[in-house]
């Protein structure tokens, strides 16, 4: 892998605030859906990486018709 695609590789994770952020919703609820494996992350010593990538499909498995 070269440098460039390792940085876009960085680029596209997230952390646990700005997932909340982004869904509205509290870390402590992120990190429930981590702990219950209903979210994908990736763990660096103490803390959570979310890809984007993920983070999508996680939306895309919540969506509904009404």
Known sequence: MNDQEQQTN???MLTVRQT???LQLTP???YE???LGKLK???FGRYYRI???DLNDFINSHKFTI
């Open 10 to 12: 960085i680029e596209t």
């Open 20 to 22: 909340a952020a982004l």
């Open 28 to 30: 402590l609820t992120i």
């Open 33 to 35: 859906y981590i702990r």
């Open 41 to 43: 992350a990736v763990k």
């Open 51 to 53: 890809r984007k990538e």
